[in-house]
């Protein structure tokens, strides 16, 4: 007998009908959705806190973030404004076209949104708060038009400090010749707890992150007036005791 598909092939999210007369609601598997992924991570963060504040890194498994988990990463706080990437997904891997784990995660952004994204990263471990992220990046030659969100949870170390992030990195479109990189052209921080005060991100270190505007240079060392001769006659020298001098 030959093959039979009687499945009736429609748009994602409608109502598919089998050749046995069952009728199957199906929801979006095979879109990229920054929205629903997004929603999706948040949502499993929220049911790993238990009452708590921020959730511990040993509480994530990746078993419950499978339909979000090629666009999901942990990242471990490296320095303040810098982050290392601890696991990354396949999305995340296909963008710079190279593995990404133990990379800096700001390998993303191009170099002129770098501190901005390390002011609001150090925020998300200091606070502790959440960060939701717009990213664009601009079409050149084989890279078309990409635009992406990126989502930063907090979460405890063993030690029970706040230097992990569970987070996700999501650009809807054709990604073009590796590696994408992305402007920072939003961002909104949020309270873990609804209601809650948010730390305004801030320059976390000179050099990285802080405006020059506020860095104050040491003073250049005065140059000595003296002469050569006089410092020579500074000197003063020591002659070492011998044992009829005792």
Avoid at 87 to 99: F, K, S, T, V
Wanted: glycine share 8%; net charge positive.
């Amino acid at each position: 007998m030959p093959y039979r598909d009687d499945t009736v092939k429609k748009p994602a999210g409608q109502i598919h009908q089998i050749g046995n007369g069952q009728v199957l609601q199906m929801r979006d598997y095979d879109a990229c959705n920054p929205d629903r992924i997004i929603r999706e991570l948040r949502d499993y963060w929220n049911g790993l806190r238990y009452g708590r504040a921020v959730p511990a890194r040993s509480d994530v498994d990746p078993r419950g973030i499978a339909r979000s988990l090629d666009y999901a990463f942990v990242l471990e706080r490296i320095a303040p404004g810098a982050g290392r990437l601890r696991l990354a997904g396949r999305h995340l891997i296909d963008l710079m076209g190279m593995e990404v784990r133990g990379m800096p995660v700001c390998a993303f952004l191009n170099t002129s949104s770098r501190g901005r994204f390390s002011d609001v990263l150090e925020s998300v471990f200091k606070a502790p708060q959440i960060a939701h992220l717009t990213l664009a990046a601009k079409p050149e030659y084989g890279r078309p038009q990409l635009e992406a969100q990126m989502l930063l949870l907090p979460l405890r170390s063993d030690l029970g400090d706040v230097t992990r992030a569970l987070g996700c990195l999501v650009a809807a479109g054709e990604t073009g010749i590796a590696p994408r990189r992305f402007d920072l052209v939003g961002d909104e921080v949020m309270p873990v707890i609804e209601g809650g005060a948010t730390l305004a991100p801030s320059p976390s270190m000179i050099g990285f992150a802080e405006s020059k505007e506020n860095f104050t240079p040491a003073p250049p060392r005065q140059a000595s007036a003296q002469t050569p001769e006089q410092r020579r006659a500074g000197f003063k020298i020591i002659t070492p005791k011998t044992p009829d001098d005792a």
